[in-house]
């Protein structure tokens, strides 16, 4: 591999850490081959969130055939294969596990580089992908089902955390309301779709920590206080207003996630923000996040629909800056649940 141009380099991503089995076949750094992924929601759904073991299971059946399909789709065999990048954190553990072991394997067997991909690092290069002109510095919001991170991007391979959750991530919090109100996992865009017809003045709900040059989150007394307003109401007999409580809650999210990151990047001294994450697909907080970042002219970037949530598109390119920094791992790579920035 020595030989071959880094431009040219094939790097095969593997992504297991949640409820999606994914592997994505990426030619040097931006040029995406095939994006495979097999979502369990369908699994998960009837238990109103992942059952963990569940997931492990399914990414055992799924990861080979999903591995497979990438190639195939890539037009290319296993030994076309420069690199392995796989996901090793943070995540389920026993769902990790799967592809770690998975990436572990064919890196061997293949006699080629392994790379070890933190998940969250991931998210954020999905942005690289959807816009190959992208170059770091810029700032970050991460928001996902687990995660929710301000991040400062020196460089490829040069990150500071800002700031990041107390406690619950801000989908996790989508998720939890969702599942009160009675909709189907996974809740996010369930609340996303429900807002578009509520009015987002209608309850005023907390918003924690906002005071200037707190990176900090929180959005527990929130989702405590949208819990007691629903209790409240059914105590009184009184239908709940869904649409007017799902456009609320979404609008007190969103005007705190806002308000940090724009404050974030201007601190940070950048001129671009990007968005990543699950969450990234929420339609209020684009919106949001557009117009905010327009009248400071800030550039605003975020990933297309399908490389928002997991993926291992974003694992791959990850994996691929990751290499030519020299960071590789080796058989020895575990999955690491609590994986940090
Ligand atoms: O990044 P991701 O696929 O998985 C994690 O790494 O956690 O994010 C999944 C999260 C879920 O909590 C889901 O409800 C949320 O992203 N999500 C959304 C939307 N689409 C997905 N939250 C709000 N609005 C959406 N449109
Ligand atoms: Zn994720």
């Known amino acids: 591999m020595e030989h071959k141009d880094i431009n040219n380099i094939v790097t095969l991503g593997i992504e297991s850490s949640c409820d999606e089995t994914a592997a994505a076949v990426l030619r040097g750094g931006r040029e995406l081959l095939s994006n495979v992924i097999d979502t369990q929601i369908p699994d998960h759904q009837k238990y109103g969130g992942v059952v963990p073991e569940i997931a492990s299971r399914r990414h055992i059946v799924n ?27 943070p995540g389920l553990v026993g769902a990790l596990l799967v592809g770690v072991s998975a990436g572990k394997s064919l890196a061997y067997a293949l006699d080629v580089p392994l790379i070890g991909v933190n998940h969250l690092e991931g998210h954020i290069f999905a942005n690289f992908l959807s816009d190959p002109a992208l170059e ?15 991040v400062d991007v020196r460089d490829y391979n040069a990150f500071s955390l800002l700031g990041e959750t107390r406690d619950d991530a801000a989908g996790e919090a989508f998720d939890k309301i969702a599942r009160v109100m ?20 209608a309850i005023d709900f907390p918003k924690a920590l906002m005071e200037d040059g707190n990176y900090e989150f929180s959005f527990s007394g929130l989702k405590s206080a949208v819990l007691n307003y629903l209790n409240a109401m059914k105590m009184k007999r009184i239908e709940i207003p869904k649409a007017d409580v799902a456009a609320s809650f979404q609008k007190a999210v969103v005007e705190v996630l806002v308000k940090k990151t724009i404050e974030a990047v ?8 990007v968005l990543a994450g699950g969450v990234a697909a929420n339609h209020a907080l684009v919106e949001r996040l557009q117009q905010a970042a327009d009248e400071r002219g800030i550039r605003f970037r975020r990933p297309s629909q399908k490389l928002c949530t997991d993926n291992a598109a974003m694992i791959a390119c990850r994996g691929y800056y990751q290499s030519l920094n020299g960071d590789f791992a080796d058989v020895s790579l575990n999955a690491v649940p609590g994986l940090r920035l």
């Open 266 to 273: 201007e601190t940070a001294g950048r001129d671009t923000l």
């Open 182 to 201: 009675g909709l189907p996992y996974p809740g996010g865009p369930q609340i996303d779709k429900l807002a578009r017809e509520g009015d987002p003045d």
């Open 63 to 89: 990861i080979l055939p999903v591995i497979d399909a990438a190639l195939k789709e890539a037009g290319m065999e296993k030994q076309d294969i420069d690199q392995v990048a796989v996901t090793y954190g």
């Open 136 to 150: 770091p510095p810029f700032t970050a919001l991460v928001v996902s089902g687990g995660h929710t991170s301000l």
